[in-house]
């Protein structure tokens, strides 16, 4: 313990640990709406950040590896009676668990802000999290071993730089299964609140890097130029082995569904508002907002009853859930504290539907449900920029003539103007072409 309490010190481990802590903990914070969502939002977040963790691991790991050449104490230490594993291992164990731990903090650092908010804790966050920490110390292994292989001083810069390439292309390559297991980042990209990373895949990388770092330590301890061919063998069987267990299909690999996380968490009294459990915690805030939405469609007859989450997602194109006329569906956003964003769109948008989900089957008239909509609402029509989030332009004409059918809407008798709605919402339910069905 006492060596390598002295390796802690001397060897660049908690400088190369600080400096991944550092840089992890200000990735995160520089964007905490990635990540608030959850500890499967943050654990994907963090393993996306491998991006620039691991080259920093494999470039420190190749400055220490250096470190007898640059003393010029190889030769000195080959003569003493204690085998070169001996002598390797404090250094081994500094990297290793230095900038594996380094890992687990930046998630604990993000984990304190979701804590209180996040509602849902995925088991399989534990296993990717333990991968990604190891995935670092095997990076760090690794640079030790090119490290003393490659003892200039342009070595680990050079592998700084070719590790992000390294990662980066194969995060993206193509077979996508190859990808899942050479890249510690795989996986990563947040398509839905409820995606996680199957099993087998973390189950792979952990394979992978295991034999990258056995290649690492090998090349580290051996001196025969044999030995040193014979290290890439590890990498070799490493990549089959994973290779074998890693699944081929697109779906578990590119949109893997957490289906507890996808489940819906109900009020218990009526009207029922429903969000989905990784989203549980807002659902107290939603609830007013979304039945004052019901309230306003309940003017028209066969209104809807129910508002729910909408769970579907452009990477699930099989996972479309069936209509249902009684249930709206409205996108539930999570704010940087892990709250109910954008709380005063929630209700525009409910109504802005006319109680019916839009989904790209029929063509629809946006002036003419607009118009209907603000004359529920009470208001003059407005421009969908600045009330529904992420709606950056429009066609300034649209909301031009919602205006003038409105107008027309206003001019008529209560009753008149809602049955004219009516029969709009029943047009739209029935496919068919909304357009002048206001203005006659």
């Known amino acids: 313990m006492s060596i390598l309490r002295i390796e802690l010190r001397r060897s660049a481990a908690i400088g190369a640990a600080v400096l991944a802590l550092v840089v992890g903990v200000a990735a995160l914070y520089l964007a905490p709406g990635r990540w608030s969502q959850g500890w499967m939002s943050l654990t994907l977040t963090t393993k996306e950040y491998l991006l620039l963790l691991w080259p920093l691991a494999l470039a420190a790991g190749a400055w220490q590896g250096r470190r007898e050449h640059r003393a010029r104490v190889g030769e000195l230490f080959d003569t003493t009676p204690r085998s070169p594993v001996r002598r390797m291992l404090p250094v081994l164990v500094a990297m290793g668990a230095a900038v594996g731990l380094a890992y687990l903090l930046v998630v604990v650092a993000g984990g304190l802000r979701i804590a209180s908010t996040a509602a849902y804790f995925p088991p399989d966050v534990v296993a990717i999290v333990l991968v990604g920490a190891f995935s670092l110390s095997a990076a760090a292994w690794l640079g030790l071993g090119l490290g003393r292989l490659l003892p200039a001083l342009v070595t680990a810069p050079a592998l700084a730089v070719a590790g992000v390439l390294l990662v980066f292309f194969t995060t993206i390559m193509r077979p996508d299964w190859l990808g899942a297991v050479l890249s510690p980042a795989y996986g990563s990209n947040p398509f839905y609140p409820f995606q996680t990373i199957d099993p087998r895949v973390t189950g792979a990388l952990a394979i992978w890097m295991g034999a990258l770092a056995f290649t690492g330590v ?30 081929r ?24 508002v429903c969000v989905t459990r990784v989203n549980a915690n807002v659902l107290e805030t939603l609830t007013p907002l979304a039945r004052e939405g019901l309230a ?10 129910q508002v729910h989450e909408d769970r579907r997602s452009f990477a699930l194109p099989d996972e479309m859930p069936a209509g249902n006329d009684d249930i709206i569906t409205i996108t539930v956003r999570i704010d940087d504290r892990g709250g109910l964003a954008h709380p005063a769109s929630v209700v525009p948008e409910i109504v802005l539907s006319l109680g019916v989900d839009f989904t790209g089957e029929c063509q629809r008239n946006g002036a003419v449900e607009r118009a209907a909509a603000y004359y529920l609402l009470g208001r003059e029509p407005v421009s969908d920029v600045g009330v529904v989030p992420g709606m950056i332009s ?17 001019e008529l008798p209560s009753s008149e103007a809602t049955a004219r709605i009516a029969a709009v919402r029943a047009a739209i339910l029935a496919c068919r072409d909304t357009t002048g069905m206001l203005s006659r």
């Open 296 to 305: 306003v469609l309940a003017k028209l007859p066969d209104a809807p009853t």
């Open 218 to 247: 090998l090349l580290l301890v051996t001196r025969s130029p044999y030995a040193r061919v014979a290290a890439v063998l590890p990498a070799l069987l490493g990549l089959g082995a994973g290779a074998a267990i890693v699944p």
């Open 249 to 272: 299909d697109e779906a578990t690999l590119i949109a893997p569904v957490d289906p507890v996380a996808r489940e819906l968490v109900c009020t218990d009294d009526a009207p029922t």
């Open 394 to 410: 429009e066609d300034p004409l649209l909301n031009a003539e919602a205006v003038t059918l409105w107008r027309g809407l206003r």
